[in-house]
């Protein structure tokens, strides 16, 4: 099941496309520009009408596409316009809305942080906690976060590296964030997707979430295991829907919390 909030871009952003016309995201008119400029002759950005530019590299290797734009980032990020490097690379298909996993190749693999720098699709998951009486567990993200510091969390949530599936994230970023051990099995509900798309100082955020839910006992504790949560609080639906309101939340943690809600209403 699928759901989405998608929010238009600035109107003098500019879209950028893959040789096959599959969009790949927008930027601001000069971040095109300037990628334009950067980029080698063989692989050229060329501008194609209004508002619109055409990447020409399908010629190229996956390995060489990655090479040539993680280049291009090292570069930005040294100059201080790409922030909170994490020297993990995402894999990109463009704004893909098959059914995962995508049954064509990905494009090229870029380092994380660069993704929303060149407005493009990355994917993520998200874990609610529930308790046997209907709690929600959330995190607080750690005050040293480069993307939203301070703000509640869900149980667990992070970015999908390159060559991982959304479930053995899910598994992994409940032992790393909350140090609970759980297997795909431990999921309860089914997974569902959000597709959250918004522009954000950073550049333009479109990522495709993957939405776990997972069950906690009465004698379970989730502590922190890798630095990136600062405290766990229990909190019962009335209270995260006030917390939300108040935006003490992500924006991403809001969504997946409050489409779960009216989800289960409805049903």
Not at 251 to 258: E, F, H, P, S
């Amino acid at each position: 099941m699928r759901f989405c909030q998608s929010h238009p871009p600035p109107p003098d952003w500019r879209a950028w496309y893959w040789d096959d016309g599959r969009l790949l995201g927008w930027m601001p008119p000069e971040r095109a520009t300037m990628l334009a400029q950067l980029l080698p002759r063989h692989l050229p950005l060329r501008q194609e009408g209004a508002g619109r530019w055409v990447w020409h590299a399908a010629s190229a290797s996956v390995a060489e596409r990655s090479q040539v734009l993680q280049t291009i980032a090292n570069d930005l990020y040294a100059r201080g316009l790409i922030h909170g490097w994490r020297n993990e690379r995402y894999a990109c298909w463009g704004n893909c809305d098959a059914a995962w996993p995508y049954p064509q190749p990905e494009l090229f693999r870029l380092e994380r942080s660069a993704f929303r720098y060149f407005g493009l699709r990355s994917h993520a998951v998200h874990v609610h906690g529930i308790t046997v009486d209907g709690r929600m567990w959330c995190g607080r993200r750690a005050a040293n976060k480069a993307i939203d510091p301070k703000l509640l969390d869900n149980l667990a949530a992070g970015g999908l590296p390159a060559d991982e599936q959304p479930v053995h994230c899910a598994v992994r970023e409940i032992q790393e964030e909350a140090g609970l051990h759980r297997t795909p099995k431990d999921f309860i509900g089914g997974v569902y997707e959000i597709l959250s798309e918004r522009a954000e100082p950073e550049g333009w955020h479109n990522e495709r979430l993957f939405v776990y839910t997972t069950r906690l006992a009465a004698h379970e504790r989730p502590i922190n295991r890798d630095g990136e949560v600062s405290e766990f609080m229990c909190l019962d639906l009335p209270e995260v829907l006030r917390r939300i309101q108040a935006g003490e939340f992500t924006l991403d943690a809001a969504l997946c919390i409050t489409t779960s809600y009216a989800r289960y209403a409805h049903h």
